[in-house]
């Protein structure tokens, strides 16, 4: 995809959110492994471009609901790495104070409707924000990440069908990284391009590649104005890959030899970096302060989720359902 059409400032911003994505991902791992952080994680690295280049097309008001797979989104959509690491590591200042974990970080005054646990769960929510949206004559659209292994739940269909019917501002966006856990998508799926289910619900499918940063934002942008103009949903489908196992932990003894090695040699972050090097849109050491920057706020992060306390036993009551907990209604 040309980079002509975009400022350098653009093209430095989509570099340093696809490095924060990653950088924040390796850091999480590490402080797993230091004990910093309990609990599952399961991590993005790998699938950069498809969170970045997707949000990216997005403005502040409108909406995503992300996945079990969901740091890079809420990073993408301006989520704070000093939260989101206090989350981790259950302590109070997090995002859901500290009693949520990756899997159910929120914030609804970035539009970040949240992570869910459950496979296909964000997409019913996103398309009932469409609806909202529609029935409000409001000029903002929905977007929900899900993987491959989503459009097999039946949440997915039925929420694909009222979109279609209804033509609500709505994007279906699926990080196809070729597995569900560990079953590899040949063995869940009768169609390998999963994006032409879409057609049976009356609206576009379209594929991309999902470790283009410039491809998927270009994609969604489309998306986005045919959304607005309420011309109903587009499903786009990222190709991509993830590096890490399913979760961290998982020995991964279901990838065919030599498939990571193709898929590395295709890296969303090298491969832009030597686009803006070769095309001489940035200087190596522009490059450099970028990382460093990033470096500098995940120390913060880091040592802010360390210092901040333990939530109390107290608070066990405070964020449920009907209550208010950081001024956002649960
Ligand atoms: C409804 C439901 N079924 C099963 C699971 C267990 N589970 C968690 S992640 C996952 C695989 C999801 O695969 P995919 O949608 O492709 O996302 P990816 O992990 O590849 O990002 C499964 C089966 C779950 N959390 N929820
Ligand atoms: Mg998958």
């Given at each position: 995809m040309s980079l002509t059409n975009y400022s350098k400032e653009q093209l430095?911003?989509?570099y340093r959110q696809m490095v924060k994505v990653r950088e924040f991902e390796l850091r999480a791992i590490n402080e797993r492994r230091g004990g910093l952080i309990p609990g599952f994680i399961h991590s993005?690295?790998?699938?950069?471009?498809?969170?970045v280049g997707a949000c990216s097309a997005l403005k502040q008001d409108d909406v995503i609901?992300?996945?079990h797979r969901g740091h890079g989104h809420l990073i993408a959509k301006g989520g704070e790495p000093k939260f989101m690491m206090a989350e981790l590591a259950a302590r109070s200042t997090g995002y859901c104070g500290g009693k949520g974990g990756s899997l159910h970080m929120t914030d609804f005054d970035l539009g970040i409707l949240g992570a869910n646990g459950i496979v296909a769960g964000g997409i019913p929510m996103s398309v009932g924000a469409a609806l909202a949206f529609q029935m409000r004559r409001e000029a903002r659209v929905a977007l929900s990440f899900f993987g491959d292994g989503a459009v097999n739940e039946g949440a997915f269909h039925e929420a694909a069908n009222l979109a279609g019917l209804w033509k609500l501002p709505i994007i279906f966006f699926c990080e196809n990284n070729l597995y569900g856990e560990g079953t590899p998508q040949d063995k869940q799926a009768p169609i390998k391009d999963v994006s032409l289910r879409a057609a049976g619900y009356g609206f576009p499918g379209v594929i991309v590649d999902g470790n283009d940063v410039v491809a998927v934002y270009e994609a969604t942008q489309t998306a986005v104005r045919r959304a607005r103009a309420g011309e109903g949903p587009t499903f786009i489908e990222g190709k991509t890959y993830r590096y890490r196992g399913h979760y961290e932990g998982d020995p991964m003894i279901y990838r065919?030899?030599?498939e990571m090695e193709a898929w590395r040699a295709r890296d969303p972050i090298a491969g832009f970096r030597q686009r803006l090097l070769a095309e001489t849109i940035a200087a190596q050491v522009e490059i450099t302060?970028?990382?460093q920057e990033i470096q500098t706020l995940l120390d913060d992060a880091v040592t802010?989720?360390?210092?901040s306390p333990a939530p109390t036993p107290e608070s066990a009551l405070v964020g449920v359902y009907g209550d208010t907990h950081n001024g956002q209604v649960f």
């Open positions: 430095l911003d989509f993005c690295v790998g699938q950069e471009a498809t969170a609901t992300s996945t065919p030899s030599g302060a970028v990382e802010f989720a360390a210092d």
